[in-house]
């Protein structure tokens, strides 16, 4: 009998919808029916391609015995954290204050009023490695909760206190200047991993908004040591077994420093950004290999994430299927192979060539005697069709291979992030058919995920809205997509609902004295209101409306947007040196800033080659942060097109930076010029 998560429109609800815990949503009903029956509530957070989630939900979640003594004792609320980042972070931050770690599953133990009193994460069923089993953790939290309600209560809210003190300011007067990017670049250059390329040790995930400042810093400074870290870093993932080497795109992250086994799970957010970066290492130096994984890693998003509706799907799970029938799930079984999976697809001796080439052992990289496959720098020069060829096949053979589970909601934030890129990579590669996959993303948001008054959802699955408000970093990373998308494809039409979601940011969002809030100000009360501006597996919502209010005002002129921008960097100017790795976005914005950012604007009749070619040079410009606006002379799509006429006839661009604008331009090479570290 399935219980109430059978409603749901998350695919991680609907996988305990047939659980024997009678499981609730969050809701105030949920909390209500606990405070009828004077019960505490079990909180459960996990999402769709968590891999201990599964394990928890299936030694613990579908027992009956377990089940039996939760429904008896607890209210039971289970939450997907990609749909409510709000709840997420809020409990996190208990569960990392009171035990000094977090992750997922998260277990938190609440009163009815939502106040947290026991936290964990996994637990098994039965005690392991100094671990008490869930079932003994339930019963210690039943007794504790009938025999010594007064203590409980105590701790609840004394927790509930000290997370309400912590809202943060927005970190100091002024805006992070050369001294403070100075500072963070030392302070990367000290956790850099000069061997593997990197930062820190294991296990590693991919640093995509700490490299993008690393080539904005480059690109405005010509710092030579902040490129080769962005580099050797990229080519290093690009080789490794976190890089999915026959089909594109990028895992999680790396078990080990060097790269070599993944955490299999394929999130969108990480390949958006990603992406993102490749495309931009290639606007700098040229690099072979950036291109092939920009574009490789577009075409992945396409072609294994995208959704009927024409949106992004959230993940890939890292568990599949074993090809044998069994039924039997294991991590990473899509990927892997071993050298006798090689020889029945390729034959003997092209087996042999691709163990040597994609670093495959008899031994195995892996377990069970399975390789990652990966690209090994001592493989010597190969034949670019020999390659090609055992690619293909073996590619053919993996899609006959049980697929890993999709995650296929819509989050609103990521699908922006998504928007952006395969704008960009469509762009910078003469790619119209990404411009357009890109478009009909933020056709979808704007249909199905934007309200009359520009109000966001959250997420959607299968061509319905789901019920969650938006948070700011969906408002700043959907207003990002629409802006890069504005700027390739030449329609105003996004940079005006960029606009709409900005000026709610700044109504809703906004603190003050320049500090931002996770949540609206008529958002759900929570017992905190979630506030974080560290840049950890996407741009925080703080950062990225930082970078989307800027960029909006360059586009537009608007002084309010600019203002709020530089009052929410005032934080990078304090983390940004203590923190760099985990201020990204932050310090990318900040690059922007203090190059200007440039104004570009690329006035001639559509179609016409030499605007086109501009449009181009414009769009690979590597000057920090530059808005691109191109269009009709006299058009009204984009502000910076007012009072810019052709010259003698020609297409031409101009370009300006701190209210100070150059002569126009009408050849390539002299817009190049004015775009570069010099301009």
Known sequence: MPNRLAHETSPYLLQHADNPVDWWPWSSEAFEEARRRGVPVLLSVGYSSCHWCHVMAHESFEDDGTAAYLNEHFVSVKVDREERPDVDAVYMEAVQSATGQGGWPMTVFLTPGAEPFYFGTYFPPAPRHGMPSFRQILEGVTAAWTDRRGEVDE???????????????????????EEELAQALLGLTREYDPAHGGFGGAPKFPPSMVLEFLLRHHARTGAEGAL???????????????????????????????????????????????????????????????????????????????????????????????????????????????????????????????????????????????????????????????????????????????????????????????????????????????????TEAADLLVRLHMDDGARLTRTSR????????????????????????????????????????????????????????????????????????????????WTAAAGALLSYAAHTGSEAHRTEAERALGVVKALGPRAPRFTGWGLATAEALLDGPREVAVVGVPGDAGMRNLHKAALLGTAPGAVVAAGAPGGDEFPLLADRPLVDGKPAAYVCRHFVCAAPVTEVEALRGELGPQG
């Open 155 to 177: 701790v609840a809210g004394k927790i509930v206190r000290d997370l309400a003190g912590r809202t943060l300011a927005y970190g100091g007067q002024g805006t992070p200047g």
């Open 228 to 438: 080769q870290m962005a580099a050797d870093t990229c080519e290093a993932m690009a080789r490794g077994g976190i890089y999915d080497q026959l089909g594109g795109g990028f895992a999680r992250y790396s078990v080990d420093r060097e790269w070599v086994i993944p955490h299999f799970e394929k999130m969108l957010y990480d390949n958006a950004l990603l992406c993102r970066v490749y495309a931009h290492l290639w606007r700098i130096t040229g690099s072979d290999l950036a291109r092939r994984v920009a574009l490789e890693t577009a075409d992945f998003m396409v072609r294994e994430l995208r959704t009927p509706e024409g949106g992004f799907a959230s993940a890939l799970d890292a568990d599949s299927a074993l090809a044998d029938g069994s039924g039997k799930h294991a991590e990473g079984a899509y990927y892997v192979w071993t050298p006798g999976q090689l020889r029945e697809v390729l034959g003997a001796e092209d087996a042999k060539f691709a163990m040597r080439y994609f670093g495959v052992t008899e031994e195995g990289t892996f377990e069970h005697g399975s390789s990652v496959l990966q690209l090994p720098q001592d493989a010597g020069v190969a034949d670019a069709g020999r390659v090609s060829s055992v690619r293909e096949r073996l590619l053919a053979a993996r899609e006959q291979r049980p697929r890993p589970g999709r995650d296929d909601k819509i989050v609103a934030a990521w699908n922006g992030l998504a928007i952006a890129a395969l704008a960009e990579v469509g762009g910078c590669f003469d790619r119209p058919d990404l411009v357009e996959r890109a």
């Open 462 to 541: 299968d061509g319905h809205a789901g019920a969650n408000a938006g948070v700011l970093e969906d408002y700043a990373d959907v207003a990002e997509g629409f802006l890069a998308l504005a700027s390739v494809s030449g329609e105003g039409a996004w940079l005006e609902f960029a606009g709409f979601l900005l000026d709610i940011v700044l109504d809703r969002f906004t603190g003050p004295e320049g500090q931002l809030y996770d949540t609206a100000h008529d958002a759900e009360r929570l017992i905190r209101r979630p506030q974080d501006p560290t840049d950890n597996a996407a741009p925080s919502g």
